[in-house]
């Protein structure tokens, strides 16, 4: 009655695709064992020293699975051991992996009686406690794996999934603090036509790249018009780092999610590497502490390891 999960760290919006584009990453991800209990109720334990939350009501993971036992008719609970593997607040997934494992392991507990989508819904309960937005462009490919598309959230959602080209993502976390809240809250609440246009149909592009392995026009389609010229001022050195990163060959990338995480998507390996560390000098330069992160896409969303 125990299960091990990794769940996966995650870049969302993809540049032009804000609220609805995802990726899912081999690398970091969370760890989490999941006990099924007669007695109802749950209890979080976390194995790391990040000292988060442990009251269900105020956990990603633990909201995710509140609204998951709601649905569930037999009295049944959980014991939860989370060691986190992704930094909370690094704008690759964090809490996402945490309500996105946690409802994957329930599942499976549960004879796999609910599917992704009805998982994906559980879990954006508690996208909604992190950042204060229902969006579930972190937990798609958190759940479904690869790139995900979220068509729409009303009146029912709507993913769209697809195994993108072997491509290797480098990510840069700059030990600074971008929290999602205030990132938002810098976006204009209207958008002018024409930079519309220019978005969506990056939007289209991307997809289209990415569906036909053209990494010249998934270099190209990857530019925001809209979001990252607005939180652009939240993270230093983003414009220096954009430039390194194509000199040393990245095919194009920008804010991972809210921030303050850097991505950008890479044709091999070598080249990702390369790339990480023109990401690295730059905040090596500004005197910011920073990790670095390659690894390729993921085929794979949460899943169970053991048990
Ligand atoms: N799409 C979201 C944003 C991701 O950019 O605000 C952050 O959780």
Redesign the pocket.
Known sequence: MTVTVHSPATL??LGCG???LGMALSQPYDIIRLTRTAQPGLVIRHLDDYDLPTDPARNVAGVALLALLAAVPETVGFEVEITKGIRPGS?I?S??ASAAGAVVGANALLNNRFNKLELVEFAMAG?AL??G?R?A??LAPAIFGGFTLVRALLPKLDIVALLPPPLWVAVVHPQITVR?AD??AV?PATVPLALAVRQWANVGGLVAGLLTHDFELIGRALEDYI?EPA?AALIPGLAEARARALAAGALGGG?S???PSLFMLNADEATAHAVAAALGSVFQELGIDFNLHVGPVAAEGARVVEG
């Open positions: 969302s919006n804000f609220d609805v704008g997934g809490s996402s996208e992190a950042s937005a969006h462009d972190n999602t990132a938002r976006l979001v939180r804010i999610g809210s921030g």
